[in-house]
């Protein structure tokens, strides 16, 4: 098991900017990404952004590239989504995502999930 608690989400008028933030509190070991999913109410769960542990590499959806940045701080396990420039489309519930290997934007390939925050976005 590897507990994420997530913080952040809120609810938000277009164009205005949100931090989700998320810390892996168990041990972890060897190599790993982090990253962050959502759901949309009626739709499919989807990949936003990841990063691996080690070298900090990251990936992003195209919807949210130029306006989202992944980062972490290694000494306190903790990774952020800083969310900029946000539109009603980004509402949905944002999960917290952990994952041994590479980032991968399939989904159901991170193993473990956050409780998830509410990002909500006002026209």
């Known amino acids: 098991q590897v507990p994420l608690v997530e913080s952040g989400g809120g609810l938000v008028q277009a164009g205005d900017s949100l931090r989700l933030s998320c810390r892996a509190s168990?041990?972890?070991?060897?190599?790993?990404?982090m990253g962050w999913l959502r759901q949309a109410r009626g739709k499919e769960e989807e990949f936003v952004a990841a990063?691996?542990?080690?070298?900090?590499?990251?990936q992003y959806q195209d919807s949210v590239k130029g306006r989202f940045t992944i980062s972490r701080d290694r000494a306190t396990n903790t990774m952020y989504l800083q969310m900029n420039s946000l539109e009603p489309e980004d509402t949905a519930v944002y999960y917290c995502?952990?994952?041994?290997?590479?980032?991968?934007?399939?989904?159901?390939?991170?193993?473990?999930r956050g409780q998830g925050t509410q990002v909500i976005v006002s026209s």
């Open positions: 168990g041990p972890t070991f060897g190599s790993y990404a």
């Open positions: 995502a952990f994952k041994y290997g590479m980032i991968v934007p399939d989904t159901s390939q991170w193993r473990y």
């Open positions: 990063i691996t542990w080690n070298f900090g590499s990251t």
